[in-house]
């Protein structure tokens, strides 16, 4: 079954720690993006790529950092510098361009402490 | 910059009833796409509809349709028939190239 993968489900860290995200998509797409979601506060976009070895900020993308090194994988790392990195974190990818939707991973609930 | 507002933060209906979500928008493009995602409890995005802008028909699928006013930019989801299992946040967004943009979301209740 192609889809997006996210792992893990849960996640806990001590502040101070980095940790780090995994987002696995076996469509096919060349973009990839990575979603910030609040309470009340809808869907924020942090970085987001079109192609491998190229990415770009988003809307909130301080205290985070990502890589594209295959088509298939696109990790987000959320490091110290981050305030305040509690949240869910939601992983989507698509086509690049035309009329199609995201589709979205099951996401990663990540608790620093 | 293109924004998206969901002016209702929740709302609530009676099963089997029909329910309105509101969506506005603000862009200067003409060529662009908008789509409506639920996010059950479980919180996995699940696409409901979508709408390309040069269309004037407004897109259906089964219970979901949508009524949309492109010189108004608005966009509004509606739910014919609610059943429970439609008991979510839905969130409106936009897509212009690569980049999609969210409202804040409608929780929405459906009552028994």
């Known amino acids: 079954d192609g889809g997006i993968t996210q792992s893990p489900k849960y996640l806990f860290r001590k502040e101070g720690q980095n940790v780090t995200l995994s987002c696995e998509q076996n469509?096919?797409?060349?973009?990839m993006y990575w979603y910030r979601q609040d309470p009340g506060q809808g869907l924020r976009l942090i970085y987001y790529?079109?192609?491998?070895?190229?990415?770009q900020k988003g809307d909130i993308a301080e205290g985070y950092s990502v890589s594209r090194e295959k088509k298939e994988s696109f990790p987000l790392t959320v490091t110290s510098a981050q305030k305040n990195p509690t949240a869910f974190y939601l992983c989507?990818?698509?086509?690049?361009?035309?009329?199609?939707?995201?589709?979205f991973g099951p996401g990663t609930r990540l608790t620093v402490t | 910059a293109q924004t998206v507002t969901q002016s209702q933060p929740e709302m609530s209906v009676q099963e089997a009833e029909t329910v309105t979500l509101s969506c506005t928008y603000d862009?200067?493009?003409?060529?662009?796409?908008l789509f409506w995602y639920k996010q059950p409890p479980s919180r996995q995005m699940i696409l409901v509809i979508r709408?390309?802008?040069?269309?004037?028909q407004n897109a259906t699928e089964n219970r979901f349709s949508v009524n949309f006013q492109k010189a108004a930019k608005s966009f509004s989801l509606k739910i014919s028939d609610s059943q429970l299992g439609d008991a979510a946040m839905y969130f409106c967004?936009?897509?212009?190239?690569?980049?999609?943009?969210f409202g804040t979301g409608t929780r929405l209740k459906v009552l028994a």
């Open positions: 989507a990818s698509s086509i690049v361009a035309g009329f199609d939707e995201q589709y």
């Open positions: 469509l096919n797409h060349d973009a």
């Open positions: 790529s079109q192609i491998v070895n190229d990415f």
């Open positions: 862009t200067s493009e003409s060529d662009y796409y």
């Open positions: 709408q390309e802008a040069y269309k004037q």
């Open positions: 967004a936009y897509r212009r190239t690569y980049k999609y943009i």
